[in-house]
Antibody
Framework: EVQLVESGGGLVQPGRSMKLSCAAS????????MAWVRQAPTKGLEWVAT????????YYRDSVKGRFTISRDNAKSTLYLQMNSLRSEDTATYYC????????WGQGTLVTVSS | DIQMTQSPSLLSASVGDRVTINCKAS??????LNWYQQKLGEAPKLLIY???NLQTGIPSRFSGSGSGTDYTLTISSLQPEDFGTYFC?????????FGSGTKLEIK
């Protein structure tokens, strides 16, 4: 069974950093691209970033480019999202998803950016 | 960026009704269109991928169609458990984009 479990969310002050993790199991992690999608409270879904199987290619939405870094450790079957210079508009639940047809999603981790 | 215009934003229907939700892309997305259902406090659940492929475990009352810029999700006979918010999602071009959602209420 495919499982994606996010962790690392919480309350953080504007301008600070936070790193999210997503532990994957039930499939060959290194064979699939992965992505992060977020959802602000009571709002719609917003794609954040995607990473290729090897990690050699990454893609970001404009509003996070230069601030967020998606990465992966295939040996640990873990996906990461390093978030720097956080803003209030980054407040959201962050979901990890397997980016092959975006079929499998984690339960999400809430990031709240507030002073 | 490709804009995904989803309609209607709110839909109220009765059990047994045939329901359709539409998504219009601002340019051709080559059928790389998914449909998701989301219930309060839960992650999105994939219903249909690449326009018309039913995800494993999803009831056959859900179907998808479309091409080019226009796509439709159909629920052939609405069931009580089908309430929730439905989103379309294009994964043809960067940045990947979602529709704004259709809230489906059961009368």
């Amino acid at each position: 069974e495919v499982q994606l479990v996010e962790s690392g969310g919480g309350l953080v002050q504007p301008g600070r950093s936070m790193k999210l993790s997503c532990a994957a199991s039930g499939f060959t992690f290194s064979s699939f691209p992965m992505a992060w999608v977020r959802q602000a409270p009571t709002k719609g879904l917003e794609w954040v970033a995607t990473i290729s199987t090897s990690g050699g290619s990454t893609y970001y939405r404009d509003s996070v480019k230069g601030r967020f870094t998606i990465s992966r450790d295939n040996a640990k079957s873990t996906l990461y999202l390093q978030m720097n210079s956080l803003r209030s508009e980054d407040t959201a639940t962050y979901y990890c998803t397997r980016a092959h047809w975006f079929a499998y999603w984690g339960q999400g981790t809430l990031v709240t950016v507030s002073s | 960026d490709i804009q995904m215009t989803q309609s209607p934003s709110l839909l109220s229907a009765s059990v047994g009704d045939r329901v359709t939700i539409n998504c219009k892309a601002s340019q051709n997305i080559n059928k790389y269109l998914n449909w998701y259902q989301q219930k309060l406090g839960e992650a999105p659940k994939l219903l249909i991928y690449n326009t018309n492929n039913l995800q494993t475990g999803i009831p056959s009352r859900f179907s998808g169609s479309g091409s080019g810029t226009d796509y439709t999700l159909t629920i052939s006979s609405l069931q009580p458990e089908d309430f929730g918010t439905y989103f379309c999602f294009q994964h043809n071009s960067w940045p990947l984009t979602f529709g704004s959602g259709t809230k489906l209420e059961i009368k």
